[in-house]
């Protein structure tokens, strides 16, 4: 029984130029797994975030001291226009003093707490605010005199974000004398609630007076301070080895050991955006929602789930590095590798994503990124060598993999220059698969010429 020929149809689709197509089009399908790893590492990294937020209900949030202030509430006549006309009532309002110097020293004790299997930051601060206030002057606000301002009532007032997180032992001296602390802000609702006061400021007409403020705060992953006087000093020291200083303002001067940091500020009345003394209805610049904190963010140098997220972006250079470096050895070995068994190695390498992320939640990324391409490695340049029929070829497609991962792994550590060296590295590999195939019969109708060398007078 005779066999036909192939068809000029049957042997384009059988010809290079077409396997090339289909390997392009296996790998762009492939994106589609690579896209879910991607959506999986989203939802680790959500539930990483509630671990964090589980932590910080028991333990204590992200902390920030709002700066230490006089609040005074005070009576004036405003017009109100109704229907009936103009009518004139008496309303109640707050105002608002600042001090003169105020200066927070914050040393803080660090550690590691666990839920399930993620890692949480966390801190126990020992907390020191003193200062001092000029006699509070109402004519600094507007036409307010002495007798406007209801004095027995004044607080001194200090908001904090998570009050709930305060250590007992907490006291405060006011000119030398102790005092006690009383929770909430006692202010209005539109104003700072959270936070502490003290009551009975005054027991007759105000003059100067200075204070201070000591008690324990615990939190997790940040730290801020928001300033608010006519010079604010500010002084962190802790033991945690990766700070993030971040804020209105960097520090004027930070040490950074592995022994722990120590940064300080000073922050002048200029650099505020506030007066010294204002109405609170009118002035909403102060408090914990100040865009002018400042404070360190307790980095975790090793964030697996962001590296995770930075491998896949290079699935694409990643996958087709392979895909090409087999196509160009199926095509010298005279060895023919189906489509399917292409899609199976890409498979093997998305997978590789998958046991990064799932490693590196146990044992770390460094390790688990070992761990993970060493095992893709060994997969699939097992299998090329099977398909190929020859171990040296497996050799060559394990070299390349052990010199993509270890070019991967360099990637992800160098953040500023990664987009030029992946660039770099794409240019290099495109530029080997076009001279390797430059004689290669993409038609396979076998009637292609070599590409004759350039002959010297050609060439000049």
């Avoid at 949030?61 to 405003?78: D, N, R, W």
């Avoid at 502490?196 to 201070?212: A, C, E, N, Q, V």
């Avoid at 955006?273 to 975790?300: E, H, I, K």
């Avoid at 698969?433 to 009637?447: E, I, K, Q």
Wanted: hydrophobic share 50%.
């Amino acid at each position: 029984m005779s066999t036909q020929p192939p068809t000029a149809l049957q042997g384009a689709l059988r010809s290079p130029g077409a396997k090339f197509f289909v390997i392009g089009l296996i790998g762009f399908f492939l994106l589609i797994p690579a896209s879910m790893v991607w959506m999986l590492v989203t939802e680790r990294q959500d539930r990483a975030t509630g671990a964090q937020t589980e932590v910080a209900q028991s333990w204590g949030g992200a902390q920030t001291l709002g700066g230490v202030f006089i609040s005074v509430p005070y009576e004036t006549q405003q017009e109100i226009h109704s229907a009936n006309g103009v009518v004139i009532q008496q309303v109640r309002k707050t105002a608002i003093f600042l001090p003169e110097e105020i200066i927070y020293n914050v040393g803080s004790r660090s550690e590691e707490r666990k839920r399930g299997i993620f890692t949480v930051p966390v801190y126990d601060a020992a907390v020191a605010v003193s200062g001092r206030f000029k006699r509070p002057a109402p004519g600094d606000i507007g036409n307010l005199v002495d007798a406007d301002m209801i004095w027995s009532e004044a607080v001194l007032v200090m908001p904090v974000s998570d009050p709930r997180a305060i250590r007992a032992g907490a006291k405060v001296e006011i000119d030398g004398r102790s005092r006690i602390i009383e929770p909430g802000t006692a202010l209005p609702n539109h104003i700072a609630q959270k936070g502490i006061h003290i009551g009975k400021l005054f027991d007759s007409t105000p003059s100067g007076f200075s204070f201070r403020l000591e008690f324990g705060l615990k939190g997790s992953s940040a730290f801020a301070i928001v300033p608010g006087a006519r010079t604010t000093r500010v002084e962190i020291a802790s033991d945690w080895a990766h700070p993030s200083f971040s804020g209105a303002a960097l520090p004027d001067n930070s040490q950074i050991s592995g022994d722990g940091f120590v940064a300080d500020w000073t922050v002048p009345h200029l650099a505020l955006s506030m007066p010294l003394a204002f109405d609170a209805d009118r002035d909403t610049r102060f408090g914990l929602n100040s865009d002018q904190g400042l404070g360190v963010r307790f980095y975790q140098p090793v964030d697996q789930y962001a590296l995770v997220d930075r491998a896949i972006k290079y699935a694409v250079l990643f996958i087709g590095s392979v895909f090409i470096t087999v196509f160009v050895l199926e095509s010298r070995s005279g060895r023919a590798v189906h489509g399917a068994q292409y899609a199976l190695m890409g498979l093997a390498l998305v997978l590789f994503y998958v046991l990064l992320l799932a490693l590196a939640e146990h044992i770390g990324f460094m390790l688990a990124y070992g761990v993970a391409g060493l095992a893709t490695t060994a997969l699939v340049s097992t299998y090329c060598a099977r398909l190929l029929a020859s171990r040296l070829l497996g050799a060559v497609v394990a070299g390349l993999l052990t010199t993509v991962f270890g070019l991967l792994y360099l990637f992800l550590q160098m953040q500023d220059f990664a987009l030029l060296a992946g660039a770099i590295f794409a240019f290099v590999v495109l530029a080997v698969v076009m001279f390797s195939t430059a004689s290669l019969d993409w038609s396979g109708r076998g009637n292609a010429t070599p590409v004759p060398a350039p002959t010297p007078d050609a060439a000049a």
